[in-house]
C-alpha cells in the first residue's frame, strides 16, 4: 500500500516545492495537501489546480474561519495577549487549528505522515509539531527545510523552474508572507537588515501608510459582551463578518501597522512587518472597557496573566494544561466586560471617544473634584499615616542612630 502524506499546503513558494520533492523523495507515495482556510484573500480554485499541477494526488480545503474567530482569536482578544508588547499572535494562534485540522485529515485518510512547510530557523515548526505530538503522538513528520538542499527561497524558485513549475512567486517581491482574517505578516528582503526604512507603499497589502490615510478622523462604536464583540455602529454582525468589516475600516485610515524585531522559540531575532487592522480597533476597545470596569487588584493581576498567556500562545503550547487554566482565570474576568466604545481613527492613531458600561466601577460623585456623599476628604489623612508607617518608622530608626 503506498504512504499518504498529508501536506499543510497554503499554495505559495515553499509548499509548492514540497509536493514534487515529496514525490521524488518519497516513490509512490501519495501526497494529500489541505488547504486550511482561516480567512487568508485566495482563489482556491487556483491553489488546487496549482496543487494538482505540481503532483498532489488529492486536494482537501476546509473553512476554518469562524472557528479561528470564536475558539482562538475571542481567547487572546479577552486575554489582552501581545508578545513582547507590539505582537498581535496572528501566525501564531492560527498553528494549533490548522494542525489540529490537518491531524483530523491524515486520520481519516489513514495517512503515515503529515508534512509542513516551516523552516527550521522558524516558529512554526514548533508550533505545528508540538500539536501534533499532542494528539497523533505516533504520527511521523516531514519537515523538508530540515533535511533537503534548498537553502533559500531562491532555491527553491530554481528548483520549481528545473521541474517545469512557474513559481508563484518573484524574486522581487518574495517576501515570506502569512495572512488570515486577523492579520498579515511580512518578512524577508530589505527586512533584513533592521537598519533599513520598510518599503510600505509596495510592502502593505491590507493597509494604506498612516500618510496616504484620509485627512478626516473616522470613528466606530464596538459593543462587548462578556469580552467578545457583538456589535459594530449598533449593527450586530456575526464574528468573521465583523472582523472582516473592522479590517476594511482600519485598513484604510493606515491602523495596526507594526515593525517589530522579535525573539523567536529558537532564540535567534527576527525582523517582521505586522499588518492587523481590525484587531487592533478591537484590543484598543476591549482595553478601554477593561478600563473602566476592573477593579485595581484585577488589573494589575491580569496583566502578568495576559503577558505569560501570550508567550505561551507565541511558542505553540496552545493545547497544554497551563494555557487552559489561564484562559479559565480569564473567562471569569470577563464576565462584567459588557459595555460600548467609541473610537476615533485617524492616520494610523486610534484614540478613545468615550466608553459606557452597565458595570462601570467609575462613580462620578466620588472622581469628580466636586465634594460628594461617598468620600470625605479628611479621611485622606489618616490613610496616608497608615499607608506611610513603614516610611516613618524606618526614618526615626535612622534618626537615632546618626
Known amino acids: 500500500m503506498n504512504e499518504k502524506i498529508v501536506l499543510a499546503y497554503s499554495g505559495g513558494l515553499d509548499t509548492t516545492a514540497i509536493i514534487p520533492w515529496l514525490k521524488e523523495n518519497y516513490p509512490n507515495c501519495e501526497v494529500i495537501a489541505c488547504c486550511v482556510d482561516l480567512g487568508q484573500c485566495g482563489d482556491y480554485l487556483t491553489f488546487e489546480n496549482r496543487a494538482l499541477q505540481t503532483g498532489a494526488d488529492k486536494v482537501c480545503i476546509i473553512d476554518a474561519r469562524d472557528e479561528f474567530v470564536t475558539d482562538f482569536l475571542y481567547p ?4 489582552g495577549a501581545i508578545y513582547e508588547g507590539k505582537y498581535l499572535l496572528g501566525t ?10 490537518l491531524i483530523d485529515v491524515a486520520l481519516a485518510e489513514g495517512a503515515t505522515s503529515i508534512c509542513h512547510g516551516a523552516t527550521g530557523k522558524g516558529n512554526d515548526q514548533v508550533r505545528f509539531e508540538l500539536t501534533i505530538r499532542t494528539f497523533a503522538p505516533r504520527m511521523n513528520i516531514i519537515a523538508p527545510w530540515r533535511i533537503w538542499n534548498i537553502r533559500s527561497r531562491e532555491d527553491a524558485m530554481e528548483y520549481l523552474r528545473a521541474h517545469g513549475i512557474e513559481p508563484p512567486s518573484s524574486k522581487e517581491d518574495s517576501y515570506s508572507r502569512d495572512e488570515n482574517i486577523w492579520h498579515l505578516s511580512h518578512e524577508g528582503l530589505e527586512l533584513e537588515d533592521p537598519g533599513s526604512e520598510p518599503q510600505y507603499r509596495r510592502l502593505l497589502q491590507l493597509s494604506v501608510t498612516p500618510e496616504d490615510a484620509p485627512d478626516k478622523a473616522e470613528y466606530v462604536q464596538l459593543s462587548f459582551e462578556c469580552g467578545i464583540p457583538l456589535s459594530l455602529d449598533g449593527v450586530s454582525m456575526n464574528p468573521v463578518e465583523l472582523l472582516s468589516r473592522l479590517n476594511e475600516i482600519g485598513g484604510r485610515n493606515g491602523v495596526g501597522i507594526v515593525d517589530l524585531v522579535e525573539n523567536r522559540v529558537v532564540g535567534m531575532k527576527t525582523r517582521g512587518i505586522y499588518e492587523t487592522p481590525g484587531g487592533t480597533i478591537i484590543y484598543t476597545a476591549h482595553r478601554e472597557l477593561e478600563n473602566l470596569c476592573f477593579d485595581k487588584q484585577t488589573t494589575a493581576f491580569k496583566a502578568i496573566v495576559s503577558q505569560r498567556l501570550g508567550e505561551l500562545v507565541y511558542s505553540g503550547e496552545w493545547y497544554t494544561p497551563l494555557r487552559e487554566a489561564l484562559s479559565a482565570f480569564i473567562d471569569k474576568t470577563q464576565e462584567l466586560i459588557t459595555g460600548t466604545v467609541r473610537l476615533k481613527l485617524y492616520k494610523g492613531n486610534i484614540s478613545p471617544a468615550g466608553t459606557t458600561s452597565p458595570y462601570s466601577l467609575y462613580n462620578q460623585s466620588i472622581s469628580s473634584f466636586s465634594t460628594g456623599d461617598l468620600y470625605d476628604h479628611k479621611d485622606a489623612e489618616g490613610f496616608i499615616k497608615l499607608m506611610g ?8 530608626m535612622e534618626e537615632r542612630n546618626r
Do not use: M, N, Q, W
Open 389 to 396: 508607617l513603614p516610611t516613618t518608622v524606618r526614618a526615626l
Open 76 to 79: 487572546i482578544i479577552k486575554a
Open 92 to 101: 501564531s494562534a492560527a498553528r494549533p487549528l490548522i494542525a489540529k485540522k
